[in-house]
């Protein structure tokens, strides 16, 4: 059924709390680009920072505008073509990827077309997104009830699609954008329903691993480990500055595109 997503009363179907939460967002934003360009002697305008910022404002706009007029029915449909568009250019950069941005940042993960720059995992987000969440949708229509056999086929699916994404981030060396992917598998995973009898255990699970990790990172011991492993140097300084920024005022605690 094409739904609107109307009540019978013909309530708009615009959420404006959520509106409003985005605009406070957005000019929090332009706020704190306004007082770190005007403090940065590097930047030649501040006000043509605002201007660009305002003009991904313009076009974020109009895409939402656009993606209204769609119900989810046909979302759908868009959401495999959007999917493995995403995966094509995820291939494609490992290929065409910017000699330059790769000599600076270490992974192969930007494409410069001229003065026209773009990371394909930034096109794979709302794709990827709209993919998991038409399995969700298509798994909870077809098992109405949640049951353990049910949810681990669900989590089977959600990391089957999430497979090939994982591998060509590996292959650029952008583990840190991996990471944010499976952040989004791990939000649509509490939000799809699963059982708590899996989320739990889930939970405390990464729980221990997130400690196991900090307690190799933050120790002698560790680190050899992790050297033998393949981290790398830069990996540690990354890290040692997160832990302690005060102790570093060099350009190691900069985002450079790799973790």
């Known amino acids: 059924m094409n739904e609107r997503r109307e009540t019978d009363d013909g309530e708009s179907r615009i959420d404006y709390g959520v509106i409003f939460c985005v605009l406070m967002l957005a000019l929090i934003g332009l706020a704190s680009i306004y007082v770190a360009a005007s403090h940065d002697s590097s ?12 003009v991904w404002y313009i076009i974020g706009s109009v895409a939402i505008l656009v993606i209204m ?22 291939a494609a950069v490992l290929v065409f990827y910017s000699r330059t941005y790769a000599a600076s940042t270490g992974a192969k ?17 709302p794709a990827f997104i709209l993919m998991l969440a038409r399995v969700v949708s298509d798994h909870n229509h077809t098992f109405f009830e949640h049951t353990l056999h049910s949810d681990w086929l669900l989590l089977g699916k959600l990391i089957l699609w999430t497979l090939p994404v994982a591998v060509l981030l590996k292959l650029q060396n952008d583990f840190g954008t991996m990471l944010v992917f499976f952040a989004i598998v791990g939000g649509i995973a509490l939000i799809s329903g699963i059982t708590w009898k899996i989320i739990v255990p889930a939970v405390v699970l990464i729980g221990g691993v997130g400690g196991t990790a900090l307690t190799l990172v933050t120790t002698t011991w560790g680190r050899t480990i992790l050297e033998h492993i393949g981290f790398q140097a830069y990996q540690f300084s990354r890290i040692d500055t997160w832990l302690n920024p005060a102790s570093n005022t060099s350009d190691q605690g900069y985002q450079s595109g790799r973790v």
Not at 69 to 83: H, R
């Open 43 to 54: 930047a030649t305008s501040v006000w043509s920072l605002i201007f660009s910022q305002l």
């Open 69 to 90: 007029q769609f119900d989810s029915e046909q979302l759908w449909k868009v959401a495999p073509i959007a999917y493995w568009l995403g995966v094509f250019l995820l």
């Open 109 to 125: 993960s930007w494409f410069a077309i001229g003065p026209l720059t773009f990371q394909p995992s930034e096109v794979m987000k």
